[in-house]
């Protein structure tokens, strides 16, 4: 039995603009997915999710992943909750070459799903370390993060980018454009304060809209381009140490996004209450339609402003995780 954990991300800057190519940077938080494998003595996959928002199911597969789960749960719901890990198994087995190995997989994970905290990623990067350890197979970060890419792009219907699944493998700020993959060193203290809707976005139609967008409008593909040059500019602040700027960048981006349609009307009203509780700077993080928006305070001011804020439901520090995926005892 292995349980192996990985992190959760907020993006300082390049959701979406990053699957046209663009460079994003995201951070691992200190909120991780840990995921227990156990060998079974058959080829089935039998999982457990005990926080998933659909209060946690169980759900027993044959080898070819077409068995009937042994709960009442609405289909599409499970198969949304499966097919991350049901990848990730896959996966395991192709890097040890043992196509029919069955596993008890549990899922325990304080990140929250679909709300832009890359619940998805970590998941999976998690997943895939304990399944291949289990099966007598180590495999490095980047390997993992490139098997766990692979699982996203499947699952998302092939539009995903490098940019979760890297960062929750290797922890810490990264900077992701296109296949190019690299930690960035030496990043300041990021005051992170995070703010919680308690609702979600659909990744995949979030990601469509964005590309039916841009197919239609040039302007809207210009808007794409001008967030990939937000990001350099932000990683020069980065550099820097510039944590105004950074914060400036920020509100720059969120606007950007809001133009391509993916933030909504509780995004924007916890983006504006962040600023009015005098923080660096706000922008939604990840998909968006729903869930988190990601400021920038070293100071107490956007956590008061936030807990006032009609439509959030929580408000939560977030520090930087160096760490990546890891064994836990
Ligand atoms: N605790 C969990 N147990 C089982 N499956 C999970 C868990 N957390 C996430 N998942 C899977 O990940 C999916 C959510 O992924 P999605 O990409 O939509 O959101 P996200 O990764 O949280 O946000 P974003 O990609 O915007 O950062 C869930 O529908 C589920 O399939
Ligand atoms: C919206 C997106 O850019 C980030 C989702 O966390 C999609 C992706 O990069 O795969
Ligand atoms: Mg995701």
């Not at 399944?131 to 970060?141: C, K, P, S």
């Not at 900077?175 to 659909?202: A, H, K, Q, T, W």
Request: glycine share 12%.
């Amino acid at each position: 039995m292995v349980t192996s954990s990985a992190p959760g991300k907020v993006y300082l800057f390049g959701e979406h603009a990053v699957v046209y190519g663009e460079p994003a940077v995201p951070c691992a938080i200190e909120r991780r997915a840990r995921v227990t494998a156990e060998r079974r003595g058959d080829d089935k996959l039998r999982v457990n999710a005990t926080d998933l928002t659909l209060d946690g199911f169980t759900v027993e597969y044959d080898g070819d992943a077409t068995g009937t789960p042994d709960v009442d749960v609405a289909e599409p719901l499970l198969e949304e909750g499966m097919g991350y890990v049901n990848e990730a198994v896959e996966q395991a087995r192709d890097a040890a070459d043992a196509p029919d190995a069955g596993f008890d997989v549990t899922i325990e994970s304080a990140i929250p799903l679909g709300a832009g905290l890359g619940s998805s990623a970590a998941v999976v990067i998690a997943a895939i370390d304990a399944a291949t350890r289990e099966l007598g197979v180590e495999l490095d970060a980047a390997e993992i993060a490139d098997r766990a890419y692979r699982v996203e792009y499947e699952v998302q219907d092939g539009q995903a980018s490098r940019a979760d699944t890297f960062c929750s493998a290797m922890g810490g700020a990264v900077r992701v454009e296109g296949d190019d993959c690299r930690r960035i060193e030496d990043v300041p203290n990021l005051p992170f304060v995070v703010g919680y809707d308690g609702g979600s976005g659909d990744t995949g139609a979030l990601v469509a809209g964005v590309r039916d967008l841009r197919e239609e409008y040039d302007f809207a593909a210009d808007t794409v381009a001008a967030i990939g040059d937000v990001v350099r500019r932000g990683e020069q602040a980065l550099a820097a140490g510039d944590l105004e700027e950074l914060g400036e960048l920020m509100d720059f981006n969120h606007g950007l996004l809001s133009a391509l349609g993916v933030s909504s009307r509780t995004l924007d009203a916890m983006v504006w209450a962040a600023r009015e509780g005098d923080a660096l700077g706000a922008k939604l993080t990840g998909a968006g339609g729903g869930g988190c928006i990601v400021a920038l305070d070293p100071d107490d001011g956007t956590e008061t402003a936030l807990r006032y804020t009609q439509g959030c439901e929580s408000v939560f520090r977030a520090e930087l995780d160096t760490e990546g995926v890891r064994v836990e005892p």
